[in-house]
């Protein structure tokens, strides 16, 4: 029989299994008519295109399929390295800090976890006591005026030099329990936001002695009562100026935190260098590593400064923060106004327009923040209202009181005071 005989049997074949709807047999037919080398028919082609269409949809569907799956997984992966918020110890939190939600942005703390707080101020007071002792009463005196006065320049709104010997131990004293505290309540809303990972590695910009690693690692302790903590692991980079903040901030951390039950597995990485010369002399911050980069309270008050600064926090943001990574802004409400030339009124709309031009300023986006006060109004309070709002509702600094009116004759008795504003941002 010649080949145009079987190819047009073949073919008659192949329309006939066509309109028995016998598809199978229609495949088999297509194949070994190819097989022959004769020409596709018409007909053949378009079958032929349609089952190359089909295939081409179930690859890519499996694809779709798998890629979703992928997703998924690695999306329950994430989850299971994210430090998961229990109800309870949030209940304790709001109770014992005695949180007060006024608005949506505008949080009232006038409590404190003073089970964390008191033994961190006893053993903080006992490292400064030594420090002291081992210093002449004349010399002492003079040491602490000076840096004293150094750090006071704040309230008069100049940028400090930080550069006495005992600038980091009048640090101590004045306002390292207050900005612990501070950074202790940014850790928690970041976990009760379900945002606060087991695996941390934070860059600390202006690290001073390392506030924002005790704020966490304080904060860790207040969870370990209510819950397994499972193995946190936190990558510390500290980038400060003063080398002797960074070492006064180490040799407590190692006094007091290591030696905690349950101290927090982190690993500590000092770069001592000057924020303005970055570009020059460090460019070695890992890239794209961190999950935080964190700034807090280190905004200046001269303009050309701020300007200056912010264009380098900028550049490392773009350079150091991973894709999936926040930026953790912390600024007083007095320095806040002040850089925008604005009179802090009680209007939340204003509030929030100047937050979102300061993060709009950095090229963030904002995530969310909440301004934390301890008293129930945006603006300012007289001083002796404050007073008595201190006196009969805040947290007292029981053992740190009794040094700071001993060297600086303070009459009052400090206490745990908030006015900042915690801002989460992310990369847009």
Not at 45 to 55: A, N, P, S, V
Not at 118 to 135: A, P
Not at 234 to 244: C, G, I, R, W
Not at 339 to 350: A, F, G, R
Request: charged share 25%.
């Amino acid at each position: 029989m010649s080949n145009f005989i079987i190819n047009w049997w073949r073919s008659q074949q192949f329309k006939s299994a066509l309109k028995r709807g016998d598809t199978r047999s229609a495949v088999q037919i297509l194949q070994e008519i190819k097989k022959s080398g004769a020409n596709f028919s018409w007909l053949e082609k378009l079958f032929r295109d349609k089952l190359q269409l089909e295939r081409t949809f179930q690859e890519n569907k499996r694809d779709a399929e798998n890629l979703r799956k992928q997703l998924t997984e690695t999306s329950q992966q994430k989850s299971t390295f994210l430090l998961k918020p229990d109800t309870e110890f949030i209940t304790y939190i709001n109770k014992g800090c005695k949180l007060l939600q006024h608005d949506e942005y505008k949080l009232q703390v006038t409590g404190i976890d003073e089970r964390i707080f008191e033994d961190f101020e006893i053993r903080l007071v006992e490292y400064l006591q030594e420090e002291f002792s081992k210093i002449s009463d004349k010399q002492l005196a003079i040491k602490l005026e000076d840096a004293l006065e150094d750090i006071n320049g704040l309230k008069m709104g100049k940028d400090p030099d930080y550069r006495f010997s005992l600038t980091p131990h009048v640090y101590f004293m004045k306002y390292f329990l207050e900005n612990v505290y501070c950074l202790y309540l940014a850790w928690f809303l970041i976990y009760q936001d379900d945002l606060l990972p087991t695996k941390l590695n934070i860059l600390d910009i202006a690290a001073g002695p390392g506030t924002t690693a005790y704020g966490l690692a304080l904060f860790l302790q207040s969870c370990s009562s209510f819950f397994n903590i499972p193995q946190m692991h936190v990558s510390y980079y500290s980038l400060e100026k003063q080398d002797a903040f960074q070492y006064r901030g180490l040799q407590f951390w190692r006094r007091y935190i290591e030696s905690c039950i349950s101290p927090v597995n982190t690993y500590f990485r000092f770069v001592t260098d000057d924020i303005f010369t970055w570009n020059e002399k460090s460019n070695n911050i890992p890239k794209k590593f961190f999950d935080f980069i964190v700034i807090s309270h280190c905004f200046f008050n001269d303009t050309v400064k701020n300007q200056e600064a912010n264009k380098i926090y900028k550049q490392i943001f773009a350079q150091s923060l991973n894709n999936e990574g926040y930026v953790l802004l912390i600024v007083q409400d007095k320095k806040l106004f002040k850089i925008y030339n604005t009179q802090k009124l009680e209007d939340k709309n204003q509030e929030k327009n100047l937050v979102c031009k300061f993060v709009a300023e950095l090229e963030l986006e904002l995530v969310w923040y909440k301004y934390l006060t301890s008293t129930d109004s945006r603006i300012p309070l007289s001083a002796a209202k404050f007073a008595k709002l201190a006196r009969e509702k805040l947290p007292k600094q029981v053992y740190m009181s009794p040094i700071i009116q001993k060297y600086f004759r303070q009459k009052y008795e400090s206490s745990y005071t908030l006015d900042d504003y915690i801002i989460l941002a992310k990369k847009p």
